[in-house]
């Protein structure tokens, strides 16, 4: 089976970064997605890492480390509206996306 | 409006008793899927579909059917509700499988079976 692990919660203050950790150990990579959700909504497509790096887009960053199995996503200039949960998820070797349980991020004013 | 929808929002249903949860895409995407999450569990596929009139079995697809008898739709059957059903489902679609296709979430449906 898969192996997705992230912090369970995480407090950061308005207008201050936080870093969220994901270490993974699949059967095969195909690619590394962050979803963000919000309470009682459907997850939204934050961003894509397949090879390693840093993709940077606005605010938010993700990095991939493929030999260590390893993703952070990045929040810059934190807002109240950035208070949701954010999912890790890998596709394996059969194209199959596997989930983290999700690091729920509050944000206090 | 371009995007997933899925019926009910929500239901309450009592064990033993048969549900579809529908599910409708309008993107001409060519593949589906559907997930249930659960608290401090995560996203888990129970079935999906990668082009229409095919199936397959994801992690957790013990209780559910699926069907794909065109591209939009994508219902997923429970056919004997038991209360570990109970859970929030969610139907996505992926213009393919490959490795950069991203994959779309519907609003889901909350179910509780009691």
């Known amino acids: 089976g898969q192996n997705i692990d992230q912090p369970t919660e995480m407090t950061a203050t308005e207008g201050a970064i936080v870093q969220i950790n994901c270490t993974y150990q699949?059967?095969?990579?195909?690619?590394l997605f962050w979803y963000q959700q919000h309470a009682g909504e459907a997850p939204t497509f934050l961003s894509y890492?397949?090879?390693?790096g840093l993709e940077e887009k606005g605010r938010f960053s993700s990095f991939l480390s493929r030999s260590k199995g390893y993703s952070y996503l990045l929040l810059k200039e934190l807002q109240m509206k950035d208070s949701a949960s954010y999912l890790c998820?890998?596709?394996?070797?059969?194209?199959?996306?596997?989930f983290g349980a999700g690091t729920t991020v509050t944000v206090r004013a | 409006i371009a995007g997933i929808t899925q019926a009910p929002t929500s239901q309450i249903l009592a064990a033993g008793r048969r549900m579809t949860l529908r599910c409708t895409q309008d993107?001409?995407?060519?593949?589906m899927y559907w997930y249930r999450q659960d608290l401090g569990l995560g996203l888990r596929l129970i079935h999906y579909?990668?082009?229409?009139?095919?199936?397959g079995k994801g992690e957790v697809p013990d209780g559910y059917s699926v069907s794909r008898a065109n591209t939009d739709d994508f219902p997923l059957t429970l056919a004997s509700a038991v209360p570990s059903q109970t859970s929030v489902y969610f139907c996505?679609?992926?213009?393919?499988?490959?490795?950069?296709?991203?994959?779309?979430f519907g609003p889901g449906t909350r179910l509780t079976v009691l």
């Open positions: 996505a679609s992926s213009l393919g499988q490959g490795a950069t296709d991203t994959q779309y």
């Open positions: 699949t059967s095969g990579f195909n690619g």
């Open positions: 890492n397949v090879l390693d």
């Open positions: 998820a890998v596709r394996d070797g059969d194209y199959k996306l596997s």
């Open positions: 993107m001409r995407h060519n593949a």
């Open positions: 579909s990668n082009t229409a009139g095919t199936t």
